[in-house]
Every structure is written in C-alpha cells, then in structure tokens.
C-alpha cells in the first residue's frame, strides 16, 4: 500500500510522558510510531531498548516502528519480537552479515527494513531487495534529532524508488522531515515520512504540515 505513512519520532517526545504522547500522536493521525534505538556505540548517543517498546505497546494500535542504532544487532532481535515490533529496521553499516540479520527479523514475524547512512551508496541495497519489506534512507546522520535535512538525498531516494520498482517494499524518510522538506521527499519517492521535532516541537502531526494538503500540493 503507497498511500503516504506518517511515523512521528518519539525521540522528540517527552521521556517521562511516552503513553501519554503515543496516545496523542494516535489520535491525531499518526500511522506508525517511530522508535529510534541507539546504543552509544554505532552512533554517539543512547536512547532506549525493547523495554520501552514493550512499555507503549498497549497504549496504541498503530504500527510499532523500530529503527535500531546499534551493533551488532542479532542477539536483540528476539527481545524486540517479543516486545511487540512490528517492523524492524537495521541499517547496512552495522555488521558484516546484515543479509542474515535480515533474514532472521523475518524468521521472528517482523517486517524487516534495512537502513542507510547519508554516506551510503544506494546500491548498498540493490543485492537485498527480495529480503526487504521497508527501506529507510536517513537524510541526516543517525544520532539526534533536530538536525538540518541533507538536500544531495532526494537522487539518492529517487533511485531507489527506481530500484525498488513494483517490489511491496516501503520507502521510508528519517531526518529533518518537516513543511518544507516533506514535499520534496515525497515528489522524489518516499511512501513513509518520520518526523521528530517537526511534530513534538511544532506541536501536533497536523501542524507539523508534513502530510495532508501541504502533501497533496506538489
Ligand atoms: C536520528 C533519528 C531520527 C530523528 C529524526 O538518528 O533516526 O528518527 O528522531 O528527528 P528529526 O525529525 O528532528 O530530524
Ligand atoms: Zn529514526
């Protein structure tokens, strides 16, 4: 399904209120909640792990959408299984093997997405995209949130929205999303748009302008 998915990113949020945001960011539209999982090692900065997924879990119906930071990677794909991921999202750069870490995300009932770095040929994934359920370009450098879109990205999306062709595979945006560069990701590509601090500092999904009419515009 193409229609365009919106996953606010609870790495804006506030921590000492997920349930309660999640709930709100349901309510006011949201299709997928992103979960940003960082380890202090793959990228300088360390967030939270399966429990917090298993903590919002019951507080929404939305999908959970997880993008792993972290390496290595397999020993905790299990535990995110069964904190209720519904996609799970590994980036390239983590790991030798990331052919069977995808492989063993779907043998544990999740969809499996691959990631990759500003940095990162999209022909990284060219050899993955029978494995693949979701690909996830970031257009900033996986760490933090707020920071300034790479504009060199949208060749990058538009070519892989080229190589994925008719494959069921999402085309995921992560990174400076907001009124002015969801158009442009949207024109080049993308199906499913995160956004962090365009939504929780804009204050609503809506006024974060991202989807909707502003969208629909181009
Ligand atoms: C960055 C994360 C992003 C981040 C996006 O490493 O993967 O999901 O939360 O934040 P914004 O939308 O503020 O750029
Ligand atoms: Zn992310």
Redesign the pocket.
Known sequence: DRTLKIAP?I??ADFAAFGAEVRAIEAQGADWV?V?V?DGHF?P?ITFGPQLVRAIRPHVKTVMDV?L?IAPVDPYIDAFADAGADILTAHVEAGPHVHRTLQAIRAAGMKAGVALNPGTPAEAVAPLLDDVDLVLV??????????K?LHPMLDKIAALRAMIGDREIHLEV?????ATTAPLVAQAGADAL??????FRGGSVEKAGVYGENIAAI
């Open positions: 990113s790495l804006s992103h940003d960082m990228v900065n993008h930071m970031m257009t900033v450098n996986p760490g933090f949130g707020g920071q879109f992560d990174g400076g999303v907001d995160v956004a962090g601090s365009a939504v």
